[in-house]
């Protein structure tokens, strides 16, 4: 069996290229011709496998989904134009008005927007449960429950969850496990080996390779049998297997226009060559400087799944191989502290991306969760006095050196 880097390197362009070029072209064209009316005919019937409109596939965009699935060993892929574009797309598929998803209550924040926002008005209602207790998880399933929904790694709380005993649970509800593994992707975190139905990521993070483009993925990891989800079933005659790809592609992905762009998908494929040397290098520098804030008298606390002193320690160190993600929050005394912190760094950039080959920070009381009143931050674990570093690929000494000089700030 190849290793993820040789695999993401070698996966060939589902064609052979006319000219034999070694790297993909780029097919940044809208519409495919046909020799004949009979031909596109059959395009359109899905009877032969073709590329008609870039809304619904494209070649290129085609290339990257391969690498994925074969990266992932899943059933299939679909990229998308977003990571939000992912979630909304795989809840439309899954959920209706009458319905509810049970989620875990740390979300993304736009996650979180979507779900009681958005769907909400459309009639969805979103039931929360602490997902480290299955009890809990099991009292907010009903008859009406469309599927299970969680994070891999938490942000900012950095909470990580038995997500084996998560899918455990919906596997005895016949209930599809939705899992949001941006902050992992496919190389810290095998989702498929954790019974995780279907896996969404933001492809905006880790996968682009330096934060080049907007994009997501789903996967569709094989594990669910469709037949027994509402309002996939009826697929399952048709397309078996491949029933909640079908309904994506020729429905709910279709008509959203949520396609990713020919040129992000040729950035993300470069991304992938190059993925797991970038996720094991800011891996290697957030250990250090985990470390490094845990000895400092001015920091209050340092919280890094990486640490023995976390208490999710334990669980991602199974679930992730000893590898922890490139984020890191830790506290100073108070939102003054830390403004004047990020001030006076010279290296890392403040700004609210994330994963990114640059290290960054921010204060997201004051900006992510700016939104939300004072005691709704509390509940969701996003204090004043917390500061959230994203660490990236930097040479690990002038990294510890700038946080040494926003420790001196103080
Ligand atoms: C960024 C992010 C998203 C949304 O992704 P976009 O590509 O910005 O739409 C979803 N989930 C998590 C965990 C994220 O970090």
Redesign the pocket.
Same mark, same amino acid.
């Given at each position: 069996m190849r290793g993820f880097t040789t695999k993401a390197l070698h996966t060939r362009y589902p064609k052979k290229d006319v000219h034999g070029a070694l790297r993909p072209p780029l097919y940044d064209s809208v519409a495919f011709e046909f020799e004949n009316a009979g031909q596109i005919q059959q395009a359109f019937e899905g009877r032969v496998p073709a590329h008609t409109y870039s809304r619904i596939s494209n070649p290129t965009v085609e290339d990257f989904e391969q690498r994925m699935r074969v990266l992932t060993e899943s059933l299939g892929v679909i990229a998308v134009?977003?990571?939000?574009? =992912? /979630?909304t797309n795989v809840i439309l598929a899954l959920a209706s008005a009458g319905t509810n998803i049970v989620s875990s209550r740390h %979300?993304?924040g736009?996650?979180v927007s979507l779900f009681e926002k958005t769907l909400a008005d459309w009639g969805l209602e979103v039931r929360y449960a602490d997902m480290s207790r299955p009890d809990d998880i099991q009292g907010k399933i009903d008859e009406n429950t469309r599927a299970l929904y969680l994070?891999s790694?938490?942000?900012p709380q950095l909470e990580v969850v038995d997500i084996l005993a998560v899918s455990q649970c919906a596997r005895e509800f016949a209930l599809p496990l939705v899992l949001?593994g941006? %902050?992992t992707t496919p190389f810290l975190f095998k989702s498929r080996e954790y019974g995780v139905a279907v896996e969404? /990521?933001? =492809?905006?993070?880790y996968i682009s390779g330096g934060a080049t483009g907007?994009?997501?993925v789903i996967i569709d990891n094989g594990l669910f049998d469709w037949r027994r989800s509402p309002k996939i079933s009826t697929l399952s005659k048709q397309y078996g297997r491949f029933a909640f790809l079908a309904k994506l592609r020729r429905e709910v992905f279709r008509n959203c226009g949520s396609c990713m762009a020919p040129h992000h998908a040729w950035m993300n494929t470069l991304g992938l060559e190059t993925l797991a040397l970038r996720i094991q290098h800011s891996c290697n520098n957030a250990m250090d400087i985990a470390r490094f804030l845990s000895k400092q008298p001015n920091v209050h606390a340092v919280n890094y799944p990486g640490l023995p002193t976390s208490e999710y320690h334990a669980i991602a160190s199974t679930q992730f191989k000893d590898r922890f993600g490139g984020l890191v929050t830790f506290e100073l005394q108070d939102k003054e502290q830390c403004f004047r912190f990020i001030d006076s760094l010279e290296i890392i950039r403040n700004a609210t991306? %994330?994963?990114d080959n640059k290290s960054l920070i921010i204060h997201p009381a004051s900006t992510i969760f700016g939104e939300y009143s004072l005691r709704e931050r509390r509940e969701m674990g996003v204090p004043e006095s917390m500061l959230r570093l994203s660490v990236g690929i930097e040479d690990r000494e002038d990294l510890i050196m700038d946080m040494q000089r926003g420790l001196e700030s103080l």
């Amino acid at each position: 069996m190849r290793g993820f880097t040789t695999k993401a390197l070698h996966t060939r362009y589902p064609k052979k290229d006319v000219h034999g070029a070694l790297r993909p072209p780029l097919y940044d064209s809208v519409a495919f011709e046909f020799e004949n009316a009979g031909q596109i005919q059959q395009a359109f019937e899905g009877r032969v496998p073709a590329h008609t409109y870039s809304r619904i596939s494209n070649p290129t965009v085609e290339d990257f989904e391969q690498r994925m699935r074969v990266l992932t060993e899943s059933l299939g892929v679909i990229a998308v134009s977003s990571g939000m574009a =992912a /979630i909304t797309n795989v809840i439309l598929a899954l959920a209706s008005a009458g319905t509810n998803i049970v989620s875990s209550r740390h %979300l993304f924040g736009n996650t979180v927007s979507l779900f009681e926002k958005t769907l909400a008005d459309w009639g969805l209602e979103v039931r929360y449960a602490d997902m480290s207790r299955p009890d809990d998880i099991q009292g907010k399933i009903d008859e009406n429950t469309r599927a299970l929904y969680l994070e891999s790694i938490t942000n900012p709380q950095l909470e990580v969850v038995d997500i084996l005993a998560v899918s455990q649970c919906a596997r005895e509800f016949a209930l599809p496990l939705v899992l949001d593994g941006t %902050l992992t992707t496919p190389f810290l975190f095998k989702s498929r080996e954790y019974g995780v139905a279907v896996e969404v /990521i933001s =492809a905006t993070k880790y996968i682009s390779g330096g934060a080049t483009g907007v994009g997501g993925v789903i996967i569709d990891n094989g594990l669910f049998d469709w037949r027994r989800s509402p309002k996939i079933s009826t697929l399952s005659k048709q397309y078996g297997r491949f029933a909640f790809l079908a309904k994506l592609r020729r429905e709910v992905f279709r008509n959203c226009g949520s396609c990713m762009a020919p040129h992000h998908a040729w950035m993300n494929t470069l991304g992938l060559e190059t993925l797991a040397l970038r996720i094991q290098h800011s891996c290697n520098n957030a250990m250090d400087i985990a470390r490094f804030l845990s000895k400092q008298p001015n920091v209050h606390a340092v919280n890094y799944p990486g640490l023995p002193t976390s208490e999710y320690h334990a669980i991602a160190s199974t679930q992730f191989k000893d590898r922890f993600g490139g984020l890191v929050t830790f506290e100073l005394q108070d939102k003054e502290q830390c403004f004047r912190f990020i001030d006076s760094l010279e290296i890392i950039r403040n700004a609210t991306n %994330l994963n990114d080959n640059k290290s960054l920070i921010i204060h997201p009381a004051s900006t992510i969760f700016g939104e939300y009143s004072l005691r709704e931050r509390r509940e969701m674990g996003v204090p004043e006095s917390m500061l959230r570093l994203s660490v990236g690929i930097e040479d690990r000494e002038d990294l510890i050196m700038d946080m040494q000089r926003g420790l001196e700030s103080l």
